[in-house]
Nanobody, 124 residues
């Protein structure tokens, strides 16, 4: 497995989770990393992205998660983190991380290495 997402679980509304995306056979610092989620019955959507460390780790968030989710990297651990706060029922879904084939954030078709997904369930 080249990219592994973890950290999902069951949490109440208003709670927090931190997802991890760890690469095993390549240096994640050289590539943009995106997080996507897929809610039951819906299409996969992009929610956040962090550019490669070598160009400054700029971040971008969808309107749905702006202000609540935060991306960060630990290059020594070859890992990208997604801190999710103030979780809402509509945040429920399977969360995927993916590495782009470039240093900059891209559209979903620009991501060529995908993790296996981790389930986040937010309950009331």
């Amino acid at each position: 497995v080249q990219l592994q997402a973890s950290g999902g679980g069951l949490v109440q509304t208003g709670g927090s989770l931190r997802l991890s995306c760890k690469a095993s056979v390549f240096r994640l610092a050289f590539f943009a990393v995106g997080w996507f989620r897929q809610a039951p019955g819906k299409e996969r959507e992009g929610i956040s992205c962090i550019s490669a460390s070598i160009i400054g780790n700029s971040t971008d968030y969808s309107e749905a998660v702006e202000g609540r989710f935060t991306l960060s990297r630990d290059d020594a651990k070859n890992t990208v983190y997604l801190q999710m706060n103030s979780l809402k029922l509509e945040d429920t879904g399977v969360y995927y991380c993916a590495a782009a084939d470039s240093t900059r954030c891209a559209e979903i078709t620009g991501y060529n290495i995908w993790g296996q997904g981790t389930l986040v369930t937010v309950s009331s």
